[in-house]
């Protein structure tokens, strides 16, 4: 059982970035997936996550109107996509499997995270 995540790098302030979060060893189609993410001295947070259909999606209030979350269960990824981005999402961020189907916001409700991937925002 694996989650991997990727696309994080280095950007400018205003730019974009797009995460992917690939699984292996089990499915996400029946499960909610969600990002989190973890700054330096702090605790990790939610970011974004969505149903296992797709058809419904949470956002931190954070990342609302920037960050976008999908998935395409046919090929076991879910993405985010980030735009607008600034200093303050400097985070190592981290894709986890739900143990339900809905969406939710706490880390002890995820059973499988990935390793995280770092993503750095320059002012």
């Known amino acids: 059982v694996q989650l991997q995540a990727s696309g994080g790098g280095l950007v400018q302030a205003g730019g974009s970035l797009r995460l992917s979060c690939a699984a292996s060893?089990?499915?996400?189609?029946?499960?909610?997936v969600g990002w989190f993410r973890q700054a330096p001295g702090k605790e990790r947070e939610f970011v974004a996550g969505?149903?296992?259909?797709?058809?419904?999606?949470d956002y931190a209030d954070s990342v609302k109107g920037r960050f976008t979350i999908s998935r395409v269960n046919a090929k076991n990824t879910v993405y985010l996509q980030m735009n607008s981005l600034k200093p303050e999402d400097t985070a190592v961020y981290y894709c986890?499997?739900?143990?339900?189907?809905?969406?939710?916001?706490?880390?002890?409700?995820?059973?499988?995270w990935g390793q995280g991937t770092l993503v750095t925002v320059s002012s």
């Open positions: 986890a499997r739900a143990f339900g189907t809905m969406v939710r916001t706490t880390r002890d409700e995820y059973a499988y």
């Open positions: 060893g089990l499915t996400f189609s029946n499960a909610a």
């Open positions: 969505i149903t296992w259909s797709g058809g419904s999606t």
